[in-house]
């Protein structure tokens, strides 16, 4: 039982170690006007758009700029995370789930 307590803890030490990584971690990306920063944590910490996308006639094209900076950002970040993740030795298996 207390080799259970054990892993358990060393399983919230390591998702906490995993965590303070990736909050590190920083992406950028520019898609037709827009540019999107993202943190680790899947945070948008920066956005800005240029000027003639604030244009009322150009609403669509402003929304499907933020969505595919968006987009990218995160899929950008979710590669950085597997990585990091692989780094760290992969994720360690929870207690009583193994065979």
């Given at each position: 039982?207390?080799?259970k307590l054990k892993q358990f803890r060393d399983l919230r030490s390591q998702g906490k170690k995993l965590q303070n990584t990736l909050s590190e971690e920083k992406t950028t990306v520019s898609s037709n006007g827009v540019s999107l920063t993202m943190d680790g944590n899947l945070r948008i910490i920066d956005l800005n758009i240029q000027t003639?996308?604030?244009?009322?006639d150009k609403k669509e094209k402003l929304q499907n700029a933020v969505k595919d900076a968006h987009s990218d950002a995160?899929?950008?970040m979710q590669?950085?995370?597997?990585m990091k993740v692989r780094e760290m030795g992969g994720l360690p298996q929870m207690p009583g789930l193994t065979s």
């Open positions: 039982m207390f080799n003639d996308l604030l244009n009322p995160f899929k950008k590669r950085v995370m597997a």
